[in-house]
């Protein structure tokens, strides 16, 4: 799905999240595209807002799908995720959503 955005949101997000992916922190590559996610799915009463998007890269954004991060973190820690993993990144994802959506996050 395609999220249209206001002028110079996208920046605004590469910036903030230093050009990396919200989740695994990986930088953008042409085999790694970055992508628009909502932090809380549409589906799970997420909204259309710049305080609920992030900057995915693909691999990332294709997993979570419209899961809950909860519900996807726990997939890919009980997988072994090898892209996820390599990052080691569970607790700081926790730490930037819950101060991004200031809610608490159960991993």
């Known amino acids: 799905m395609s999220v249209r955005l ?14 990396k992916c919200f989740y695994c922190g990986a930088p953008e590559t042409t085999k790694n595209r970055f992508e628009i996610d909502h932090i ?6 997420g909204k ?3 305080s609920n998007y992030v900057i995915a890269c693909r691999l990332c954004n294709i997993q979570k799908s419209d ?3 909860s519900v996807w973190l726990k997939e890919v820690q009980n997988k072994g ?16 959503i819950k101060t991004k959506l200031k809610v608490k996050i159960i991993c």
């Open 6 to 19: 206001k002028k110079g949101v996208y920046e605004k997000l590469l910036i903030e999240q230093d050009y």
């Open 40 to 45: 809380v799915p549409k589906k799970h009463g």
């Open 48 to 50: 259309n807002s710049e």
């Open 67 to 69: 899961k809950s991060v």
């Open 81 to 96: 995720d090898e892209h996820f993993h390599k990052s080691q990144r569970f607790h700081k994802i926790a730490k930037n």
